[in-house]
C-alpha cells in the first residue's frame, strides 16, 4: 500500500466511527467536523489528506506548523483548508501565530486574548480551552471560570468566539468528562449562542465525545500512525 492508500484506508475507518457514534447518539454526521492533526507528519501527507477532501488541519507548535503550511500552500496552491493551532501557546507566539493559524483553539486566559487580539491583522476565530479537572499544568480554564473568560473574549473586536476546546484529563472516564463539558457547554450557550462548537474527542475517545455532542473531533493517530515522541 502507498501513503495516499494508507491515509484513505485510515480516513474511511475514522469516518465509519465518526458515522457509527452519530447513528448511536441520533445525531447526523454532518454536525461533526473531522479536524487532522497533522503534527510531526510532512506538509505530503497534509496534500494527500486534502486530496482526499478534508479541510480543517491543527498543528500544536508554532515553528513546525510555519514551516509545513508554507510548505503545503506550494504544493497545494489552490486547496482551500483551515488551520487550527490545538496546542499551548505563549503570548510572545501571538504573532508568528496569527500568521499561519486561521483558530486557535486553546485561548485560556484574559491575557492571551490580549496577546491575540493586539498581533490579529483579521478577526480571528478562536476556542476557549477549559480544564476539566483543574489542573493547571495541562492548560486550560478551569470550569468555574469559563463564563468570566467567555465574556471578556466576546468583547473583543478582533476575535470570534467559536466555542469550546477540551482534552480529557487522565484522572477520569473520558464519558465522565464531556459529561461536566456539556453541562458548562448549555449554559455557555445561553449567553453567547453562535459560539457553537465543542471541540472534544482524538483517536482514542472520539465515540464518547460525539455521544455528549461534540461537534469537532481531533484525529491525529488514526488517520496518520504513531507519532515519534517529540516533533522533529
Ligand atoms: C495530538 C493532539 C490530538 C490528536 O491526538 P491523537 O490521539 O493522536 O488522535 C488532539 N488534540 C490535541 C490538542 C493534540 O495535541
Known sequence: MNRREELAANLAEVRLRIERAC??????????TLLAVTKTFPAQDVALLSD?????????RDQEAGAKTAEFAR???????????????QRNKAKSVVGW???????DSERLADALAKAATRPLD??????????????????PELPRLAEY???????????????????MSPAQAFDALQGAVTRLRDDHPA??????????????????????????????????????
Open 23 to 32: 447513528a448511536a447518539a441520533g445525531r447526523d454526521p454532518a454536525e461533526v
Open 52 to 60: 482526499l477532501g478534508l479541510t480543517e488541519f491543527a498543528e500544536n
Open 75 to 89: 504544493l497545494r496552491p489552490d486547496a482551500a483548508v483551515r488551520w487550527h493551532m490545538v496546542g499551548s501557546l
Open 101 to 107: 493559524a486561521d483558530q486557535v483553539d486553546t485561548v
Open 126 to 143: 478562536v476556542l476557549l480551552q477549559v480544564s476539566i479537572d483543574g489542573d493547571p499544568k495541562r492548560g486550560g480554564c478551569p470550569l
Open 153 to 171: 473574549v466576546a468583547r473583543k473586536g478582533e476575535l470570534v468566539l467559536r466555542g469550546v476546546m477540551t482534552v480529557a484529563p487522565l484522572g
Open 195 to 232: 459560539a457553537n462548537v465543542t471541540s472534544a474527542g482524538m483517536s482514542g475517545d472520539l465515540e464518547d465525545a460525539i455521544s455528549y455532542g461534540s461537534t469537532c473531533v481531533r484525529v491525529g493517530t488514526a488517520l496518520l500512525g504513531s507519532r515519534r515522541l517529540a516533533s522533529p
